[in-house]
């Protein structure tokens, strides 16, 4: 099946710094990827739509100004942390489609856990 | 916007016997419905999935079946091992692939 890889997939940072973390669709292009955030026993919570080429589009609540997205090319997206905090600590989870004519299905990246001190 | 509801939110069964999770939508637009197993620390996993026009689906121990009329949609786990121990997510899809979970099933398979 469709290879999603993350990087990095751990991280710890001091508070105040940016941390940038890496998707990358490894055998196919994605017009659309996907950022998540799950906390600890918690459901995976939509963040942001990533489309090549174009802005992003945030789910309400989530701070476009903070979590910064690129989406430069058909395999790779990146999500920005700016100045982290102590409650920004989570699970980062991207996916991307692979979309028509082929499975249509979203492929899950394997994570990056973000602890911020 | 669309919402989906899960339940239960732990299910503990013995090995053997059969899990059964339930999901239901809001969003008569959502046509795809998904699930997804996690293990601790690892990405969802899909497991099987289900499209609107299609009633049932099985691939071997795992079966989902969806009723558009009544917006739901369950997960049916048959003589589960061990292995099926894992947190277990339903998921709605509308317009570009825009999922959204449910609140997660804690299955644990007692031995």
């Known amino acids: 099946g469709a290879v999603v890889s993350q990087h990095p997939s751990w991280v710890i940072c001091k508070s105040g710094t940016s941390v940038k973390i890496e998707c990358r669709s490894l055998?196919?292009?994605?017009?659309?990827m996907f950022w998540y955030r799950q906390f600890p026993k918690q459901s995976l919570m939509l963040m942001a739509t990533?489309?090549?080429?174009?802005?992003?589009?945030?789910e309400q609540g989530v701070e476009k100004d903070k979590f910064l997205i690129n989406h430069a090319s058909l395999t790779l997206s990146t999500l920005t942390v700016t100045s982290a905090h102590p409650e920004d600590s989570s699970f980062y989870i991207c996916?991307?489609?692979?979309?028509?004519?082929?499975?249509?299905?979203?492929?899950f990246g394997p994570g990056t856990r973000l602890t911020v001190l | 916007g669309e919402n989906v509801e899960q339940h239960p939110s732990t299910l503990s069964v013995q090995e053997g016997d059969s899990a059964v999770i339930k999901c239901t939508y809001s969003?008569?637009?959502?046509?795809?419905f998904p699930w997804y197993k996690q293990e601790l620390g690892k990405r969802p996993q899909l497991i099987i999935d289900?499209?609107?026009?299609?009633g049932e689906k099985k691939d071997q121990r795992i079966a989902v079946t969806l009723n558009k009329t009544a917006k739901h949609f369950s997960l049916h786990i048959t003589e589960t091992q061990p292995e099926d121990s894992a947190v277990y997510f339903c998921?709605?899809?509308?317009?570009?692939?825009?999922?959204?979970f449910g609140q997660g099933t804690r299955l644990t398979i007692n031995p």
């Open positions: 996916s991307a489609r692979d979309p028509p004519p082929s499975t249509d299905t979203q492929y």
């Open positions: 055998d196919f292009q994605a017009t659309t």
């Open positions: 990533s489309n090549e080429g174009s802005k992003a589009t945030y």
């Open positions: 969003d008569s637009a959502s046509n795809y």
């Open positions: 289900i499209r609107s026009n299609v």
């Open positions: 998921a709605a899809v509308q317009g570009a692939q825009k999922l959204v």
